[in-house]
């Protein structure tokens, strides 16, 4: 018994990793399609449906899952797809855009004090004194990493950027609800939604780019981009949405933020962007409270 515990520890660990790496290639995405032209709400839905085509590849070829709802669940579904996947990204993208991006990334990542809270009320997820000293730790980090400031200025970014991480919470909190489920199944319901939400949102918003030839000058390497860009989408959630079969939402949320330290590489890999002291201290916060919810949290 004890051993099959740790064999699904190690699995769990190994997944929401392998979903911080693949989270924290986004940023480098999002700034490579933005500079080839293509609009912040159709980056979104143009992913999507890439990340539809992985999601159902793998439903129907590889797990070859057969799709069950029971109508008791429905409403949760709509929930999470709707508002804890398809929107969330639109929500993020927006707050990068309407406010300053240290100020977005900071809120944003407060989904990782959010989930814990909300899985305790909601999930009866007990939290012991090391989650709790995990906790603290995070909230300190980030305020390292991201030094949020002037507050007034947060205005309808700021909104947007809590909106995002609300949406991320809720799909955490959610997942576990719907735990019967399998993370291919999820996934598949996750991207359907997200393309039918976000096609509707981006052929109305941004009708002219679609319509008025924006569309046709994407060039092929955006398009090469576009693609790599879904398949990641499919892959950073879907490790996420398997990892959180073994863990809980305290655990899970905080071992997701070692996203940070991944992307602070990143950022010095394809932006020279070399980290501050402060950035460092926070990435070492990051991998300390990650580490005691590894070895001493409740899972």
């Not at 940023?27 to 912040?40: A, D, E, K, N, S």
């Not at 085509?53 to 439903?59: G, H, K, R, T, V």
């Not at 709707?82 to 639109?90: R, V």
């Given at each position: 018994m004890k051993n099959s515990q740790k064999n699904n520890s190690a699995k769990g660990i190994l997944l929401l990793l392998t979903s911080?790496?693949?989270?924290?290639?986004?940023?480098?995405?999002?700034?490579?399609?933005?500079?080839?032209?293509?609009?912040?709400?159709?980056?979104?839905?143009?992913?999507?449906i890439f990340a539809f085509?992985?999601?159902?590849?793998?439903?129907f070829l590889i797990s070859k899952s057969k799709i069950k709802v029971d109508k008791k669940d429905i409403f949760l579904l709509a929930i999470t797809t709707?508002?804890?996947?398809?929107?969330?990204?639109?929500f993020f993208t927006y707050g990068i855009l309407y406010t300053k991006v240290s100020n977005a990334l900071f809120l944003f990542y407060t989904y990782a004090i959010i989930a814990p809270i909300l899985g305790y009320f909601f999930l009866k997820d007990k939290i012991n004194l090391v989650n709790i000293a995990s906790l603290i730790i995070s909230l300190v980090a980030l305020?390292?990493?991201?030094?949020?400031?002037?507050?007034p200025t947060w205005k309808l970014g700021g909104f947007f950027a809590i909106l995002s991480a609300l949406g991320q919470s809720s799909y955490l909190i959610l997942r576990k609800k719907l735990n019967k489920y399998p993370a291919s199944f999820?996934?598949?319901?996750?991207?359907?939604v997200g393309v039918v939400v976000l096609g509707a949102l981006s052929l109305t918003i941004e009708r002219s780019f679609y319509f008025g030839?924006?569309?046709?000058?994407?060039?092929?390497?955006?398009?090469?981009t576009t693609i790599l860009f879904g398949i990641d989408n499919f892959l950073a959630w879907f490790a996420m949405t398997k990892g959180f079969e073994y863990f809980k939402a305290t655990a899970g949320s905080i071992i997701l933020l070692s996203e940070l330290v991944f992307g602070i590489f990143f950022a010095?890999?394809?932006?020279?962007?070399?980290?501050?002291?402060?950035?460092?201290?926070?990435?070492?916060?990051?991998?300390?409270?990650?580490t005691f919810v590894i070895l001493k949290g409740e899972n």
């Open positions: 911080a790496f693949l989270y924290s290639i986004i940023p480098v995405l999002i700034r490579t399609l933005g500079g080839g032209g293509l609009l912040p709400m159709s980056q979104v839905f143009l992913r999507y085509f992985a999601a159902a590849i793998y439903l709707i508002f804890g996947y398809a929107l969330t990204n639109l305020a390292l990493l991201f030094s949020p400031n002037s507050i999820m996934m598949f319901a996750n991207t359907l030839g924006g569309i046709t000058h994407v060039t092929s390497s955006v398009w090469i010095f890999l394809f932006f020279k962007e070399i980290p501050t002291l402060a950035t460092f201290v926070g990435g070492v916060l990051i991998l300390i409270s990650s």
